[in-house]
Every structure is written in structure tokens, then in C-alpha cells.
């Protein structure tokens, strides 16, 4: 098994700034990119940023500038700084990461943490 748990999220006034975080845990291999996607209100789920094993980086125009995507390999971890925030940033964050899990033959799959919810608002 492999869970994706994500922590960090809460309610900030504009301009202020938060830090979330993302572990994975279980029979786990290896990582590939990791990520994060947000769902607003009624909106699809986009891209935000995303990381790879190697540390290259992709930014949605929307946060690029104020946020900042990182990753600790040996804690199976990845953070989103976020600064500067608009009410506009309000969703729910949900971390991804493409795992190849400890089983023979070793096989990648897509995993989803369930959400944590950033709220801007004065």
C-alpha cells in the first residue's frame, strides 16, 4: 500500500503565506515527479506545480512568482511554499506522485493524496 498525506493547509489573510507538505509512505521504490493540483469552488482540478526526482520544476503562470515547489528524496516528501496569496489561490491541494511500488516486476502508477484546503480571505 501506498498513502499520500498531505498537511499544512488553513485559512491566511491576502498576502499572506503558507507552507504545505506531502509524505509518502508504504512499500515504496521509487518517486518520479511529484506535485501539486488544486480544485476551486465549482472549477476542475489544474496544475500547480510540479517536481521531478531530478529537481527540474513546471509553475502554473497563475503562482509563478509566489510560489515554490521543493522535495526532500530521502523523506519521500514535497513542500509548495506559498506567498503572497489571493483569494483567488482558495482550493482544495492535492498532492501527486508517480510511485513505482516495492513489487516484482516493479510497476509505475499515479497517486492522489485526498486534499487539503487553503482558504484566503480577509
Known amino acids: 500500500q501506498v498513502q499520500l498525506v498531505e498537511s499544512g493547509g488553513g485559512l491566511v489573510q491576502p498576502g499572506g503565506s503558507l507552507r504545505l507538505s506531502c509524505a509518502a509512505s508504504?512499500?515504496?521504490?521509487?518517486?518520479?515527479?511529484m506535485g501539486w493540483y488544486r480544485q476551486g469552488p465549482g472549477k476542475q482540478r489544474d496544475l500547480v506545480a510540479t517536481?521531478?526526482?531530478?529537481?527540474?520544476?513546471n509553475y502554473a503562470d497563475s503562482v509563478k512568482g509566489r510560489f515554490t515547489i521543493a522535495r526532500d528524496n530521502a523523506k519521500n516528501t514535497v513542500y509548495l511554499q506559498m506567498n503572497s496569496l489571493k483569494p483567488e489561490d482558495t482550493a482544495v491541494y492535492h498532492c501527486?506522485?508517480?510511485?513505482?511500488?516495492?513489487?516484482?516486476?516493479?510497476?509505475?502508477?499515479?497517486?492522489w493524496g485526498q486534499g487539503t484546503q487553503v482558504t484566503v480571505s480577509s
Open positions: 517536481i521531478t526526482s531530478g529537481g527540474s520544476t
Open positions: 501527486y506522485a508517480e510511485i513505482a511500488r516495492a513489487t516484482t516486476p516493479i510497476s509505475w502508477a499515479p497517486y
Open positions: 508504504g512499500s515504496i521504490f521509487s518517486i518520479n515527479t
